[in-house]
T-cell receptor, first 115, second 114 residues
């Protein structure tokens, strides 16, 4: 158990819909990272937040957005969903903001299926 | 820009045999290098990482990796495979400067035969 929690574990929805994935980092961790894992694209970094502020942005679509709240939990919002958005979405956390060499602790993921 | 190539999407070994998972990278700045393991239906877990210093890095579960700058490689090894090592392994690189933008390899599935 990494100490990172993600809800829900599974999500089934329809094209065009909007969903919210939630992540709670390990106690004391200030950084949260979001990743997408799919068969087509492999594991892709989406975005990083540190103490409520966006720190780095990867291959995140404009239809996707994220935020980190004062209690440090984070939400990833996916809108206008397409079939190709079906994937595993992971959240990870680390203590600091310098993500380059920080050890990240991954949650168990949310499996999203868009029908 | 950076990229990671993991040679072999599947590697099959017998229990007790040497495990060698290959990773080559390209990076325009000195990299930080990582190996992660992913067991079925779980998130990634860090095995080991290279940031600076000694180029031979020891990780958990008996794994180690050596950073070879001249070969731009960071291969993962374990002297003796266990059945419990069967999993997906990912090599990743992040730049040592600038924003944190990691790049992951496509993964290598390690199969361990009794």
């Amino acid at each position: 158990d990494s100490g990172v929690t993600q809800t829900p574990k599974h999500l089934i929805t329809a094209t065009g819909q909007r969903v919210t994935l939630r992540c709670s980092p390990r106690s004391g961790d200030l950084s949260v990272y979001w990743y997408q894992q799919s068969l087509d694209q492999g594991l892709q970094f989406l975005i990083q937040y540190y103490n409520g502020e966006e720190r780095a942005k990867g291959n995140i679509l404009e239809r996707f957005s994220a935020q980190q709240f004062p209690d440090l939990h984070s939400e990833l919002n996916l809108s206008s969903l397409e079939l190709g958005d079906s994937a595993l979405y992971f959240c990870a956390s680390s203590v600091g903001s310098t993500g380059g060499k920080m050890t990240q602790y991954f949650g168990p993921g949310t499996r999203l299926l868009v029908l | 820009a950076q990229s990671v190539t993991q040679l072999g999407s599947h590697v099959s070994v017998s229990e007790g045999a040497l495990v060698l998972l290959r990773c080559n990278y390209s990076s325009s700045v000195p990299p930080y290098l990582f190996w992660y393991v992913q067991y079925p239906n779980q998130g990634l877990q860090l095995l080991l990482k290279y940031t600076t210093g000694a180029t031979l890095v020891k990780g958990i579960n008996g794994f180690e990796a050596e950073f070879k700058k001249s070969e731009t490689s960071f291969h993962l090894t374990k002297p003796s495979a266990h059945m419990s090592d069967a999993a997906e392994y990912f090599c990743a690189v992040t730049p040592s400067g600038g924003s944190y933008i990691p790049t992951f390899g496509r993964g290598t599935s390690l199969i361990v035969h009794p």
